[in-house]
């Protein structure tokens, strides 16, 4: 009883979000001359209105997950990580090249060389964050987006350099994936496994941060850093831990994309997603199961845009807009909550 | 100077040193009674000095004169007549001024600019020339100087408590209160600003009333001395004629005033017998380290803790007890010196603390041991979640049994008394004395060699304060070595078998608390020499 009460309160803000998220984008795109009515009914549909939009979003939602758990679980350790985009990018890059160089190998060793390769790169990449907040106690927040600005600079410079394959003419792009060692789709749906593999990821991060003594040690150390070193709990480490675990999810974000959708590392891959999960994290406070959820809402604005675009003529930036009216308006309702007591 | 400066609402008094008369002030704060009718004189022109032990009611007496608090019952009169002081603005305009223990100077802006942000009748326009000029002008009348343009950050601690004293001048306050203003400065500085604070009185222009701990002070600076004890008069005196031993009775009680100890029946003589014989559980040697403002705050520290025996940390706070225990909890790094728990070096890790039996319970325990946002469960669980039995059968050391963690705190719930006996709820949904019960069973939960316990019972009532203090015997009976770190020197005298005090970052003073004189100790605390 008492849980699902509480349930229902955390769940109040994210409700008023949306609320004064749709009245604002209203407002916005009436002010600029468009219909808000049809526009708010035209992101209904484009986002769930039908099987084919269900698709659409499904698929968009399938690399948020993993990039919000890039976010989620350094922040259950105290950490704002915000650089899953570059760690995406970086973890797309390793896999495409596993998957170029292991071509003649068997189907399930490509994949799995593509996913340990995707996980440990993005890992790597967000541990280097962890590591500066561990060791020279630089704030991981301001290190990690920097690092992702450097982490794409770097997969351009390879994917137009060195990795280019010739044959990309128009769009530079690592040579193309055999086409047997592609993801293919689940049965019935036109949405790739990559989806299947996000919610098992989020459900697999819950059971870790839930039932695992690792998981309690992270809560501990973010919960009370204090209360953690009093305990003789190593807290540089377990922050250090935690970032690689989550950089490791934004990297098979970028192996997915490769292996189920571009077949090749282009700069298709920068798609936004890295940005999209912080937003999904944040929304879900965190919490992995919540963050499946987030991802099919905020997989759903970006399925919405082309609709948007197609009937009404909306700029491409109107999506943009009302993802950032989302964020900031779940930031200030999260934010009234817990200032309006939470022992109500 | 400048016509537009303070224009002094209450015009009506006379310009110069005020005096001040309080009478039979007193304030109470839910059933605490912070003060019980104070009544204190300060003639004009005079510096004042308050003493007492933390928690004695000073801050609360100044801060009901400076209009923060109202008091209950009592009056005040300034310059002879009685004044209602309402809030803050009232005292300023009254010429009532404060100066606190820690800078309250923006540190970006120049003299010049905080100068002129203390006014309370800045205009919304500033003409920055004819500020100026006023500000030299003022200057110019002072008889110590800071260079207007100089930016605060590159201020040394003296100058900014100086600057903070020239804020009021400024403002034509003519009364200063100083809460502590010399805590954060060194001998030479506090001796350079209260050196100009008394040419400041002896030319009439101020009257000082200021809290302080240290007898140096007092003797060297004040005319007279006020003593305030647990929220009462404790006595009055004139300067030269009141001796250090005389205010450090005062400040301490008579002995045979303080409370009897209470408690089971000790066995000090077997104790004493045997304490030589007894294992040094904990040695520190040479310690120090830094507070968070990375100033020395203990320095060069040696204590020893053997196994059956409670040492008391006395001390007037803010002397390096907080980061002596942050140190040893692991909180905080030490910058040199060892520490070593049954012979062997500790940096408290986890697995040190396992393997020599320490736990600990931190003052502000929400603050220092729980994690707020977790269940009571889960938080009694801090110290065991990666051990059988919480990860015992097929989980063991990798997964946890929430069944059993609910399980194991339900029964330290039980035999701890916490209420509500719900594992389930939040920790920070519990009293004060139910958080600290709560640490306290999770701490005391398995056999323990070594215990560090400061300010244990700090705002807990009488009844919660006993069963912890009752606690700490048993665990010592049972032979732990205890270092108890305490602000309130009934509590050391009534439970401790040796009583250490600790003064700017150093043990001052070690005496068996058998022997213990509470005014000797009092002049140690004070930084005074017996």
Known sequence: MNMYRQALDSLRPIVAAIVVTAGAFALFVAASGYPAVEALMLVGKGAFGSGFAWQNTLSRAAPIMFTALCVAVPARAGMVIIGGEGALALGGLAAAMVGVWWASRPVVMVLAGMALAAWVTGGLWIGISGWLRYRRGVNETISSLLLAYIGQAVFNFLVEGWLRDPASLNKPSTAPLDSRDMIGNIPGMEVHWGLAWGVLACLAAWWLLRHTVFGFAIDIVGGNPRAAKMTGLPVGRLMLAASVLGGGFAGLAGMFEVAAVQGCANADLMAGYGYQGILVSFAARHHPLGVIAGAILIGGLGASNSLLQRHLDLPDAAAQVLQGLLFVSLLAFETLNRRGGRHA | ?530
């Open chain 2, 1 to 530: 100077m400048d016509g537009r400066l303070p224009d002094h609402a209450a015009s009506l008094m006379p310009d110069g040193p005020l005096s001040i008369q309080a009478i039979e002030i007193s304030k109470r704060f839910g059933d605490i009674h912070a003060l019980d009718q104070v009544s204190l004189q300060v003639d004009a022109a005079s510096f004042h000095c308050l003493l007492g032990e933390n928690g004695a009611g000073k801050s609360t007496l100044v801060k009901c004169l400076a209009g923060f608090y109202r008091q209950d019952g009592g009056s005040f009169l300034l310059a002879g007549r009685e004044q209602d002081i309402r809030s803050p603005r009232d005292a300023h305009k009254l010429g009532i001024g404060m100066v606190y223990q820690h800078f309250t100077v923006a540190s970006g802006m120049t003299v010049a600019e905080n100068l002129m942000l203390a006014r309370d009748d800045l205009p919304w326009l500033l003409n920055l020339a004819r500020e100026h000029q006023a500000l030299q002008s003022f200057m110019a009348d002072m008889s110590f100087r800071l260079d207007l343009s100089a930016r605060v950050a590159d201020l040394s601690a003296g100058e900014k408590q100086k600057l903070e004293i020239l804020k009021q001048l400024y403002q034509k306050r003519r009364l200063l209160i100083l809460d502590e203003p010399t805590s954060v400065l060194t001998p030479a500085e506090a001796d350079e600003v209260l050196g100009m604070l008394h040419q400041l009185t002896r030319q009439r222009k101020l009257t000082v009333l200021m809290i302080t701990h240290k007898f140096r002070e007092v003797t060297a600076y004040a005319d007279a001395v006020t003593v305030l004890r647990r929220g009462r008069l404790a006595g009055t005196g004139r300067l030269p004629e009141t001796g250090t031993d005389e205010m450090a009775s005062m400040m301490m009680g008579n002995p045979e005033n303080r409370p009897v100890q209470t408690g089971p029946e000790r066995t000090i003589p077997a104790k004493a017998q045997s304490m030589n014989l007894a294992a040094e559980r904990l040695i520190i040697r040479g310690l120090h380290g830094s507070n968070d403002r990375g100033v020395p705050a203990v320095t060069d520290l040696d204590l020893v803790v053997r196994s059956g025996e409670m040492i008391g940390v006395a001390g007037v706070s803010g002397n390096g007890q907080k980061e002596l225990v942050e140190i040893l909890l692991g909180q905080r790094d030490a910058s040199a010196g060892e520490i070593l728990v049954d012979g062997l070096p500790y940096r408290a890790t986890r697995h040190e603390m396992r393997l020599h039996g320490v736990y600990s319970l931190p003052e502000e325990p929400l603050r220092n041991a729980c994690v707020s946002s977790m269940t009571v469960a889960e938080n009694m669980a801090l110290r065991n979640f990666d051990q059988v039995p919480v990860t015992a059968g097929w989980k063991t050391g990798w997964f946890l049994s929430r069944r059993r963690m609910v399980a194991r705190s339900r029964s330290l719930i039980a035999e701890f008394g916490v209420r509500p006996p719900d594992p389930m709820l939040p920790i920070d949904g519990l009293s004060g004395g139910n958080v600290q019960r709560a640490v306290l069973a999770r701490e005391l939960g398995q056999p323990v060699n070594l215990l560090i316990v400061a300010n244990p019972v700090f705002g807990l009532d009488f009844a919660a304060a006993a069963a912890i203090h009752q606690r700490l015997q048993m665990a010592r009976e049972a032979g732990a070595a205890i270092l108890l770190v305490s602000e309130d020197l009934d509590e050391l005298l009534a439970l401790t078998d040796r009583l250490v005090v600790m003064s700017a970052g150093r043990i001052v003073h070690a005496v068996a608390t058998a022997d213990a004189d509470p005014v000797a100790i009092g002049h140690h605390m004070a930084g005074g020499h017996a």
